[in-house]
């Protein structure tokens, strides 16, 4: 069983800077795909980056990878998404989610491959 857990979000003018974190319990992130996902009001859950075989394979949503970067620490057990830059488009929940196993396609932005979920925190852009 795995316990994840995000912190780090909050309210930001547009082109500002947060950093989420992810803390993973029960299994090391090491050992897990790591997604970070969103959701904004009315629209569909979107994977925007996720890291995998310890951190050394990443995959980003194409709308963020300028301006966004996952990694992981393995030490602290957590896995940090920064994200530069923000958009009042990136106005979301965010959450992470972890995927157990393996899989040689991994890692890929599909809910469906994630089968533990956090509780999600919260990031507002003003304009």
């Known amino acids: 069983q795995v316990q994840l857990v995000e912190s780090g979000g909050g309210s930001v003018p547009a082109g500002g800077s947060l950093r989420l974190s992810c803390v993973a319990s029960g299994d090391s992130p090491e050992n897990l795909c790591i997604g970070w996902f969103r959701q904004a009001p009315g629209k569909e859950r979107e994977g925007i980056a996720a890291i995998y075989d310890a951190g050394r394979v990443t995959r980003y949503f194409g709308a963020v990878k300028a301006r966004f970067s996952i990694s992981q620490d393995k030490v602290a057990n957590t896995v940090y998404l920064q994200m530069n830059d923000l958009k009042p488009e990136d106005t979301a929940m965010y959450y992470c989610?972890?995927?157990?196993?393996?899989?040689?396609?991994?890692?890929?932005?599909?809910?469906?491959?994630?089968?533990?979920w956090g509780q999600g925190t919260q990031v507002t852009v003003s304009s």
């Open positions: 989610a972890a995927a157990t196993g393996s899989s040689r396609y991994w890692p890929r932005l599909r809910d469906y491959d994630y089968n533990y």
